[in-house]
Antibody
Framework: QLQLQESGPGLVKPSGTLSLTCFVS??????????WGWIRQPPQKGLEWIGH???????YYNLSLKSRVTISIDTSKSQFSLNLGSVTAADTAVYFC??????????????WGQGTLVRVSS | SYELTQPPSVSVSPGQTASIICSGD??????VSWYQQKPGQSPVMVIY???KRPSGIPERFSGSNSGNTATLTISGTQAMDEADYYC?????????FGGGTKLTVL
């Protein structure tokens, strides 16, 4: 059974870099059938897509975050990571890692991690 | 940028049919997915490719998409279906989510 587990600091200082890792178990991350991505949800608000990556490193990013975001993948460790730079309080959110399915070319998110709350505060 | 619009809230009586709409320009030309999120939990996909149900999702969940509107329909709504629901689509290399609809079963 596929499991995704986020890990990383729960508190980041303003102007710093938010770094999270998602460990994937129960399925191979090294497959061309899926992408692996990040979605966030500010407290009491809706979902915001951050971006996703495939096993060969092809990435798609939310244009509003693109200048600050890097998503990388390490298939040997079955994990992928998110780096978000120059953070502000507006980046405070629950961050979910997800598996992205593209059966017909359009992405959908069929498995989600439990989410991790990251606060940006001094 | 592309936008998806959902009503903030929908109410339904137990056993009745709930319909949650998602509107966007020429949305019928795109595939729409729907996610259910209960308080304190991660979202769960309940519909993908407009009308397909993932394994384990009850048959009372169905979807359609045509023109500028996609609809999530819950037949015979149960108390356990009370949750936030989000639609999602893909537009020119960008994922877009609707703002979410809170479904109240009362």
């Amino acid at each position: 059974q596929l499991q995704l587990q986020e890990s990383g600091p729960g508190l980041v200082k303003p102007s710093g870099t938010l770094s999270l890792t998602c460990f994937v178990s129960g399925a191979s991350i090294d497959t061309g059938h899926y992408y692996w991505g990040w979605i966030r949800q500010p407290p009491q608000k809706g979902l915001e897509w951050i971006g996703h990556i495939n096993h060969s490193g092809t990435t798609y990013y939310n244009l509003s975050l693109k200048s600050r975001v890097t998503i990388s993948i390490d298939t040997s460790k079955s994990q992928f990571s998110l780096n978000l730079g120059s953070v502000t309080a507006a980046d405070t959110a629950v961050y979910f890692c997800v598996r992205v399915t593209l059966d017909r070319g359009d992405p959908a998110f069929d498995s989600w991690g439990q989410g991790t709350l990251v606060r940006v505060s001094s | 940028s592309y936008e998806l619009t959902q009503p903030p809230s929908v109410s339904v009586s137990p056993g009745q049919t709930a319909s949650i709409i998602c509107s966007g320009d020429k949305l019928g030309d795109k595939y729409v997915s729907w996610y259910q999120q209960k308080p304190g939990q991660s979202p769960v996909m309940v519909i993908y490719e407009d009308s397909k149900r993932p394994s384990g999702i009850p048959e009372r969940f169905s979807g359609s998409n045509s023109g500028n509107t996609a609809t999530l329909t819950i037949s015979g709504t149960q108390a356990m279906d009370e949750a936030d629901y989000y639609c999602q689509a893909w537009d020119i290399t960008t994922v877009v989510f609707g703002g979410g609809t809170k479904l109240t079963v009362l």
